[in-house]
């Protein structure tokens, strides 16, 4: 069981990233299943339902991963500036590039977090864009059954 604040910090990353690698394999197995019954062709007014289903699911999902984006970004910024403020009145004099490895330092753990959220509001992106593809995809095949 964590004791420390840091430890407090390094288990909820743990969990959140765990969290996320759980949505993104979860996701990754959805569209990797549509792309079968695409490949196969054989319900594909289920695929584009299914499709759109997803698309709309995941734009929910990039509008508040964004969200929680910006409101991190804004307490990065926030740290920061107390942060240099904090150590420009340090007792030992640093320069400039000594004070940015400090504040990166201390902020670490924030840092890693708004990476963390940026890669899976990255990985929600492409996913969009890949249900976009397959949408074409299976109007394409609807297409050729026509003919």
Do not use: C
Not at 31 to 54: I, M, P, R
Not at 73 to 98: A, N, P, R, V
């Amino acid at each position: 069981m964590p004791d420390t604040p840091e430890e407090v910090k390094v288990s909820k990353l743990v969990r959140l990233d765990e969290m996320l690698a759980a949505q993104r394999l979860d996701w990754t197995n959805k569209v990797k299943a549509l792309a079968e019954d695409l490949k196969a062709g054989t319900s594909l007014h289920e695929v584009a339902s299914f499709a759109l289903s997803y698309r709309q699911i995941l734009v929910e999902a990039l509008a508040s991963i964004a969200s929680k984006v910006r409101t991190q970004k804004g307490k990065i910024d926030k740290l920061y500036k107390e942060k240099w403020i904090s150590y420009y009145t340090y007792d030992y004099k640093l320069t400039d590039s000594q004070r940015e490895k400090f504040i990166k330092s201390d902020l670490s753990d924030e840092l890693q977090l708004h990476e963390m959220l940026e890669d899976h509001k990255d990985f929600l992106t492409g996913t969009v864009k890949t249900l976009d593809n397959m949408g074409f995809a299976i109007k394409q095949r609807m297409d050729m059954k026509q003919l």
